[in-house]
């Protein structure tokens, strides 16, 4: 589902490589949190999964597009299956729920159709049933960020990125939006959380990967944080078995 071999990005010559020869598979279905500190690279990641950027040197594989021989007019097509939430929502002021939502699915070419037959039943899956005509203004944070997790699913995505997305939420919300990420993720879409929240990478006990000076440092089965070091069983790539 997402390949990684060997990707290096660099950005200027002098400067020390944002990511250095990261190497990663994640499989179909996959419920993935990927921590580090603030500039450790995993913004750097996220981008070129979405082909904000080009890596330096490496390959990228990602729902078995090979991003070596991406053209620029199929880069619509790669985010169709890369849905992408934010801590800070991004929905459009002066657009209702609804509207909110059709439009992400607009700009992708979806027709009236589908966008009338996906619309309300995403609105239903992220619990907003009787939102839909609600402007952003009129919602709590948490609401708003169930926006953002319909707008990203309406187009069925076969990945789901969650880039920090319970940064500006209280523990309740937070806790409300990591429990919606795991039902999507139980439908069959891989997800990748990013975050920062010692709590949920202790409690969710998902694969953790960690990424320190552009570097993946550790990619554990189940992990946890401990002391700001996530730990516990690793997997050691060399002979395919758990190691704690």
Same mark, same amino acid.
Not at 130 to 151: D, N, T, Y
């Given at each position: 589902?997402?390949?990684?071999?060997?990707?290096?990005?660099?950005?200027?010559?002098?400067?020390?490589?944002?990511?250095?020869?990261?190497?990663?598979?994640i499989?179909?279905?996959?419920?993935?949190?990927?921590?580090?500190? &603030?500039?450790?690279?995993?913004?750097?990641?996220?981008?070129?999964?979405?082909?904000?950027?080009?890596p330096?040197?490496?390959?990228?594989? $990602?729902?078995?597009?090979?991003?070596?021989t991406?053209?620029?007019?199929?880069?619509?097509?790669?985010?169709?299956?890369?849905?992408?939430v934010?801590?800070?929502?991004?929905?459009?002021?002066?657009?209702?729920v609804?509207?909110?939502?059709?439009?992400?699915?607009?700009? $992708?070419?979806?027709?009236?159709?589908e966008?009338?037959?996906t619309?309300?039943?995403?609105?239903?899956?992220?619990?907003?049933?009787?939102?839909a005509?609600?402007?952003?203004?009129q919602?709590?944070?948490?609401?708003?960020?169930?926006?953002?997790?319909?707008?990203?699913?309406?187009?069925?995505?076969?990945i789901?990125?969650?880039?920090?997305?319970?940064?500006?939420?209280?523990?309740?919300h937070?806790?409300?939006?990591?429990?919606?990420?795991?039902?999507?993720?139980?439908?069959?879409?891989?997800?990748?959380?990013?975050? @920062?929240?010692?709590?949920?990478?202790?409690?969710?006990?998902?694969?953790?990967?960690?990424?320190? @000076?552009?570097?993946?440092?550790?990619?554990?089965?189940?992990? &946890?944080?401990?002391?700001?070091?996530?730990?516990?069983?690793?997997?050691?790539?060399?002979?395919?078995?758990?190691?704690?």
């Amino acid at each position: 589902m997402i390949l990684l071999d060997r990707v290096t990005k660099v950005y200027g010559k002098e400067a020390n490589p944002a990511l250095n020869r990261v190497s990663l598979h994640i499989g179909p279905k996959e419920f993935v949190i990927l921590v580090g500190t &603030s500039g450790a690279g995993k913004s750097t990641l996220l981008k070129l999964l979405t082909r904000e950027e080009k890596p330096t040197s490496g390959k990228i594989v $990602v729902g078995g597009i090979d991003y070596d021989t991406l053209k620029d007019k199929h880069i619509p097509l790669l985010r169709r299956k890369i849905g992408t939430v934010f801590q800070d929502f991004k929905l459009l002021p002066n657009r209702t729920v609804y509207e909110n939502i059709a439009f992400a699915m607009e700009i $992708v070419g979806m027709s009236n159709h589908e966008i009338n037959n996906t619309v309300p039943k995403v609105i239903d899956l992220v619990g907003l049933e009787g939102k839909a005509k609600k402007f952003p203004h009129q919602l709590s944070g948490g609401e708003k960020q169930r926006v953002a997790i319909a707008r990203a699913v309406a187009r069925q995505p076969k990945i789901l990125i969650a880039d920090e997305p319970t940064g500006n939420l209280d523990p309740k919300h937070s806790w409300d939006i990591v429990r919606l990420l795991e039902k999507i993720n139980r439908y069959g879409t891989t997800v990748l959380l990013t975050t @920062h929240n010692q709590e949920i990478v202790n409690k969710l006990q998902r694969r953790v990967i960690t990424i320190d @000076h552009g570097k993946l440092v550790e990619d554990q089965a189940v992990g &946890s944080y401990r002391q700001g070091v996530a730990a516990v069983e690793t997997l050691d790539p060399d002979r395919g078995q758990i190691k704690v």
